[in-house]
């Protein structure tokens, strides 16, 4: 159950939330490896994220999200089975989605590092949320 194949060895599905500056701001319980990241979200944070993307929250997410709806934005993709790109006018979204995501993804990839223990878990699984949220006190608090 704890085995992610995407990542070939097992591993934790963890959540997060930052806001668009790059300030974390809430990180989710552990999913097993194996749960993708749309099952994940819809346990932990898209209950309590689709009232305020409705109050006028933009809300962006990876392309692991696609099919989330509720206003939660999320990139094109190309489909697989029609050739050619997806267009001058998608792929600006893209980047223009990619580059207003960049310092949330910072964000996380900062905690990741600053906390090392997030990187290599071997205690129990069910304990890596526990850690990132112990994580994520740590570093707001030592934020300026």
């Given at each position: 159950?704890?085995?992610?194949?995407r990542i070939?060895?097992?591993?934790?599905?963890?959540?997060?939330?930052?806001?668009?500056?790059?300030?974390p701001l809430w990180v989710s319980g552990v999913e097993p490896g194996s749960v993708h990241d749309?099952?994940?979200?819809?346990?932990?944070a898209l209950p309590d994220?689709?009232?305020a993307i409705?109050?006028?929250?933009?809300?962006?997410?990876?392309?692991?999200?696609?099919?989330?709806?509720?206003?939660?934005?999320?990139?094109?993709?190309?489909?697989?089975?029609?050739?050619?790109?997806?267009?001058?006018d998608n792929e600006t979204y893209n980047k223009l989605h990619r580059g207003l995501r960049l310092p949330a993804e910072r964000a996380m990839a900062e905690l990741k590092q600053r906390w090392r223990t997030?990187?290599?878990?071997?205690l129990s699984p069910n304990r890596i949320g526990a850690i990132a949220q112990a994580a994520l006190a740590l570093n707001n608090a030592w934020r300026p």
């Amino acid at each position: 159950m704890w085995y992610a194949i995407r990542i070939k060895h097992c591993a934790g599905n963890v959540q997060f939330l930052a806001t668009p500056d790059g300030i974390p701001l809430w990180v989710s319980g552990v999913e097993p490896g194996s749960v993708h990241d749309l099952a994940a979200a819809r346990v932990h944070a898209l209950p309590d994220l689709y009232p305020a993307i409705r109050d006028g929250l933009p809300a962006l997410a990876d392309i692991g999200y696609l099919g989330a709806g509720g206003g939660l934005q999320v990139p094109f993709r190309k489909h697989p089975d029609l050739p050619g790109d997806l267009g001058l006018d998608n792929e600006t979204y893209n980047k223009l989605h990619r580059g207003l995501r960049l310092p949330a993804e910072r964000a996380m990839a900062e905690l990741k590092q600053r906390w090392r223990t997030l990187q290599h878990v071997t205690l129990s699984p069910n304990r890596i949320g526990a850690i990132a949220q112990a994580a994520l006190a740590l570093n707001n608090a030592w934020r300026p």
